[in-house]
């Protein structure tokens, strides 16, 4: 459930900032299919990649992470 959430955000956002789901793969250095089970909610992302993803959409960890996420932070 939670993974999902996570998921839903980084889709968006990389969508919002105007990046392929292949691009972005190659801008975080992972495979499309680690991205796409990260995106679909298969794979929960680790605090490093959550950094990363950030960084390359040029908002903070607290701007990606779901609602309830970033009220706990």
């Not at 992972?30 to 679909?40: A, D, Q």
Request: aromatic share 8%; charged share 35%.
């Amino acid at each position: 459930m939670e993974a999902e959430k996570w998921g839903r955000r980084i889709r968006a956002f990389r969508k919002l900032k105007g990046f392929t789901q292949e691009s972005f793969a190659k801008e975080l250095g992972v495979s499309v299919s680690v991205l796409g089970e990260i995106e679909r909610g298969n794979r929960m992302p680790d605090e490093s990649f959550k950094q990363q993803v950030a960084y390359m959409l040029k908002i903070s960890v607290e701007e990606l992470a779901p609602p309830e996420e970033s009220k706990q932070r």
